[in-house]
């Protein structure tokens, strides 16, 4: 179940690589909670957390309905959720949250696996950059997650940043859609 989930991940990546690419990405919010939709992630890698004997710390508290496009945000996270299973996960801990400051959500993905090197953190968003492409170090992926995750959060009025931080990585996705009142 888990491979094919990856597998389902990597096609809708390319798919959404290639939309963007041509220009032909269309966004179509609607009222849903960011917090529903990082449940909603949750859910599909359920099995990879639970082979890899890892509980998420989840402090969730972006309830509020907003208009989001569901898809993309769940894309956005699956990148950042798979990108911990590949680099972080001897690391130990996943912590994720939510909250929504001056009308945006923000949403943070924490690990603390090795990080991401200072001489790599202004390209890591770039098409097809990866930090290893060595089959031994074990980490498959065609590198365009993070530039993928990127364009998809500036899409939607926001940002994915890289924050800096003294172990692991966390990762900072903002949505500037409107709380719906």
Known sequence: MAESERLSRLIQNILT???QQRGNLT????EISPDE?????????????????RVPDLHLIADAPMFLERDVCEQILSN???????????????AISSQVEDGAAVIRVQDHGPGVPASWRRCI?????RMSDRVIDGVAGTGIGL???RDLAERHR???ELES???????????RNHVVS
């Open 80 to 94: 950042l959720f798979s990108n911990v299973f590949k680099y972080a996960l001897e690391g130990g801990m996943l």
């Open 147 to 149: 530039s993928i995750a």
């Open 37 to 53: 939709v990082i449940s909603n992630v949750m859910e599909t890698f359920q099995a990879v957390f639970t082979e890899a004997a």
């Open 125 to 129: 968003f770039t098409s097809f950059m």
């Open 165 to 175: 931080t003294n172990q692991g990585a966390t990762f900072r996705v903002t949505s």
């Open 158 to 160: 926001g940002s994915l």
């Open 27 to 30: 966004l179509h919010a609607s």
């Open 17 to 19: 690589f290639t939309q």
